[in-house]
């Protein structure tokens, strides 16, 4: 195999890295957000649901959810598991996975807000939502920025567990063509990628950051 | 009709009854000041005005509606949150730590709650804005954030930001103690210039004099009780022992 097609299809299993990465992050940081109210709720019930989701999904590898996620139907419904299935299966282990961990980020942030903030804004008419949406939340990502950059650059790599179901991510087939060719080139070219991938994240993540320091 | 009545009020934190008993009342434009030494209820008394704590008994009267008050059988009644919005707009605090929303400029301290909460046209809100941000002396730092302000500026834009929503009743809770002597003048200054608005002013403060020369009614309080009441030359004349060695303590 010449090198250029091994970067041809190394790139091809990349963009679907990339697809995996990219929905996580839509579906899992407002999950998270959603984890986090209920972890925070005043409700005993609901709070103990989400202690446990997260603890549950913290607690396990996210190899083992992914297989969970992508044979539970099979296992528990018997309903038969076709291709399309996979793809959806990742994204909905990955996310929920993730929303674990986001949920106890914003919590942090949430909870490290002076009770001043709330009370200025309660006397000055906001409404709950409006509290929240306006002057706390803006001020939580500023707190929790460098914490969501760490978890969005494992998110990363983490794209790479994908393989465990065969989906054609970049490592699978870094996997299958140095299978094939017996060579470690492939590993190689695949960490080059991984490696620049997130030097992008990074940077952006950084913008971010620089962005929201006009204040302190 | 006094504006806001406080009638019979106890309030507890855990075994220690921190207000026991307080009645007090705030006519339209009158100024009310609160002494007293650190722990005898006077700022807590304020947060249950402003229903940030709720009370253990008693009753909350704004403008003669029953706004907050306790059953016999000891259920706290709280008007629901509409309505608390609605209560909560007819007065304004400004905090002993300001409060400011830090990302948010100055201008824009004042003018979201104006139209975000009051549905005020933006145009009008900032026009409004700038004309009390000079009142303060804080026109050129309307783009600021709150983190560039001195703490008398900080202050100063909190008290703007209360005056932009038009409150009949501000209630200041230890406007200056987080402030050095020279900050603490420009911001009892700012206060003082507050009287021809013909606001009602509630001012829990140590500051003696600017107490005494600015409020139609004092109250000094110690240990959860109102100890002395009056005018402010019957309340700083009055020959009560406690209150003397307060002041005379305050002279050192």
Redesign the interface.
């Known amino acids: 195999m010449s090198f250029q097609v091994m970067m041809q299809q190394l790139l091809g299993g990349l963009s679907k890295s990339m697809g995996i990465f990219a929905l996580t992050l839509v579906f899992a940081l407002p999950l998270g957000l959603v984890v986090a109210f209920g972890r925070m709720s005043r409700n005993r019930v609901i709070r103990s649901i989400a202690w446990i989701f997260i603890s549950i999904l913290r607690g396990t590898p996210l190899m083992l959810q992914l297989l969970a996620v992508y044979f539970g139907p099979y296992y528990l419904f018997n309903i038969r598991i076709g291709s399309a299935w996979r793809f959806t299966a990742i994204i909905i282990a990955f996310s929920v996975n993730y929303s674990a961990y986001f949920a106890e980020i914003y919590r942090s942030g949430i909870e490290s807000m002076p009770p001043g903030q709330y009370e200025a804004a309660r006397i000055l008419g906001y409404t709950k939502s409006g509290t929240f949406f306006r002057i706390i939340f803006p001020q939580v990502v500023k707190r929790i920025l460098p914490s969501v950059t760490n978890e969005v650059i494992t998110l990363v790599k983490d794209t790479s567990l994908a393989f465990s179901l065969a989906y054609a991510e970049m490592f699978t087939i870094a996997k299958q063509i140095a299978a094939k060719e017996t060579s470690f080139m492939p590993f190689i070219a695949a960490a080059v990628f991984y490696y620049v991938f997130n030097a992008v994240v990074a940077f952006i993540m950084e913008r971010f950051e620089k962005a929201l320091n006009y204040y302190t | 009709m006094a504006l806001l009545e406080m009638n019979h009020i106890r309030k507890s934190f855990n075994d220690l009854e921190v207000i026991k008993d307080i009645s007090l009342k705030v006519d339209e434009g009158e100024v009310l000041s609160i002494i007293g030494p650190s722990g005898s209820g006077k700022s807590t008394m304020l947060r249950c005005a402003?229903m940030?704590e709720t009370i253990d008994a008693g009753e909350i009267r704004y403008l003669g509606e029953r706004t907050a008050w306790v059953e016999a059988d000891g259920r706290k009644v709280y008007p629901k949150?509409a309505d608390l919005?609605r209560v909560?707009?007819c007065?304004?605090?400004v905090?002993q730590?300001f409060?400011?929303?830090?990302?948010f400029s100055v201008l824009r301290n004042i003018t979201?709650?104006m139209i975000?909460?009051?549905k005020r046209d933006r145009q009008e809100a900032e026009k409004e804005a700038m004309a009390l941000l000079e009142r303060m002396g804080l026109e050129t730092k309307a783009d600021a954030?709150?983190?560039q302000l001195s703490g008398g500026q900080a202050q100063r834009l909190a008290i703007a930001?209360?005056l932009a929503?038009n409150p009949k009743i501000l209630f200041f809770d230890e406007p200056t103690s987080a402030l050095d002597p020279e900050l603490t003048g420009e911001v009892l200054k700012v206060i003082r210039s507050l009287a021809d608005l013909h606001i009602a002013m509630v001012i829990v403060t140590h500051e003696m004099n600017f107490a005494r020369g600015i409020s139609d009614h004092v109250i000094f309080m110690e240990k959860g009780v109102i100890e002395v009441e009056g005018t402010p030359d019957e309340v700083f004349e009055a020959e009560h022992a406690r209150m003397q060695s307060f002041l005379g303590k305050l002279e050192h």
């Open positions: 402003t940030l949150a919005r909560c707009s007065f304004g605090l905090f730590n409060n400011l929303f830090p990302h979201d709650p975000h909460n009051q954030y709150p983190c930001r209360a929503l």
